[in-house]
């Protein structure tokens, strides 16, 4: 793998997650959302399963270790928030896998809820520019990396 393909990667997950975002917004503002456009586990969304089966390769390397942590630990809380918002807006489906396909369980929010979904998002936000920031703090590392320590954990 060369670096280039290494730093594309790397991009493509920081919009994954920035669209993965801006689908939470949209539930909250009452846009047409159905429960499966926004992966409630972290290892479901496009972020994450770039994190989980590419990112995390990188933390045999010691200057990288500490970062990856803090980017797991924020991506888990993310998705805990956004839990919080989708009890909101989403009914807990107990029907098979296929009829969940089907019918989106979108449920009327009252106008506390929608409240309450609104701090949550706010929350998130905060949270995702944390994320975003130790992700930048991994990407410049990930740059100054030699080529040839990269490759040893490819």
């Known amino acids: 793998m060369q670096r280039k393909d290494i730093v594309s990667q790397v991009v493509a997950a920081r919009l994954a997650h920035a669209k993965w975002v801006r689908r939470a917004k949209h539930l909250i503002e009452n846009m047409p ?8 586990d972290s290892t479901e969304c496009e972020f994450g399963k770039w994190f989980y089966a590419e990112g995390l390769k990188y933390k045999n390397m010691p200057q990288l270790k500490a970062v990856l942590d803090k980017i797991d630990r924020l991506h888990e809380e ?9 009890k909101i807006y989403f009914v807990e489906l107990k029907r098979s896998w296929f009829m969940s396909k089907i019918i989106d ?3 009327e929010a009252s106008l506390e809820q929608q409240k309450a979904a609104y701090r949550h998002y706010i929350r998130l936000e905060d949270v995702s520019v944390l994320l975003m920031k130790e992700f930048d703090l991994f990407e410049r590392t990930l740059k100054n990396v030699e080529m040839k320590e990269l490759q040893k954990l490819l």
């Open 78 to 86: 993310i998705h805990n928030v956004y839990l919080d918002i989708y």
């Open 33 to 40: 959302v159905t429960s499966g456009m926004i992966p409630i």
């Open 105 to 107: 369980g979108r449920k």
